[in-house]
């Protein structure tokens, strides 16, 4: 039987949970981490994107895939962004909780970050459940080479346990633009890891989903196989379990 994609977390599990997302250069997979962003909006959430991969209008763009429409979850105060690739090359957009930083280093990028967590961002986070979206990794690594990316992600887990303790955390990941072992750095940090795999056949591209670990007692690794569909919003991606 198919269903949501977001049907494959258990609900109760998220809240205070790492969550990686790995997929590969020709995988959809990459619309996991924007649903599960409007999954959040939708249950009372505020969503706070630190944005590495492009400029903010290909992530606006990229979410309307999925139904968000990214300028409405500014305007409502339910969505901040945090636009470190908008900082870096001089892409920047008026629109209201979009924050640039004056520069990009590693030195000095999480510090800066955290006072936005408690300025500006304060009074629009007080009291609600928090989802933090790093879009993406593989963006930050190119930005700022791998080994100051763990470092950073040491860090912002570090502040994460002290500060929004409850936060969700998701990571989106191309494992192909990144070594191996920075792939199993960050699936050795996470509560819940998605790997989605794409290839080829006659018929046209296939997908499946292998998750790989859960933060339950009872979980057992699962495979289902995954695609996008014509519908809209949440039913967009739908996933069907091919094992045990």
């Known amino acids: ?17 790492t969550i990686s997302i790995i997929y590969d250069a020709y995988s959809s997979a990459w619309r996991i981490p924007i649903i599960l962003l409007r999954h959040a909006l939708e249950n009372g959430h505020v969503g706070i994107v630190s944005n590495y991969s492009g400029p ?115 990571l989106a990941l191309n494992k192909d633009v990144v070594s191996k072992r920075f792939v199993a750095w960050v699936a050795g940090i996470s509560d819940y890891v998605i790997l989605a795999k794409s290839w080829t056949e006659e018929t046209g591209l296939k997908e499946a989903l292998y998750v790989i670990s859960a933060p339950y007692e009872e979980f057992e690794p699962e495979m289902y196989s995954f695609h996008v569909t014509k519908a809209r919003g949440m039913e967009k991606l739908k996933v069907k379990k091919i094992s045990p």
């Open 1 to 17: 039987m198919e269903m949501n994609v977001i049907d494959i977390f258990r609900k109760e599990y998220l809240p205070g949970s």
């Open 56 to 170: 903010l209008r290909l992530f606006s763009r990229k979410a309307s895939t999925v139904g968000l429409d990214v300028e409405d979850a500014l305007a409502g105060n339910r969505l901040a962004i945090i636009d470190l690739f908008g900082t870096r090359y001089g892409s920047r957009e008026s629109l209201p909780n979009v924050f640039y930083l004056d520069k990009v280093e590693p030195e000095t990028l999480n510090p800066k970050i955290d006072r936005i967590y408690t300025g500006q961002l304060k009074g629009m986070i007080a009291g609600r459940p928090v989802l933090r979206l790093v879009y993406t990794l593989d963006g930050v690594s190119l930005l700022l080479g791998e080994d100051n990316t763990l470092k950073l992600l040491n860090q912002t887990l570090a502040s994460k346990n002290d500060q929004l303790p409850e936060s969700i955390l998701v």
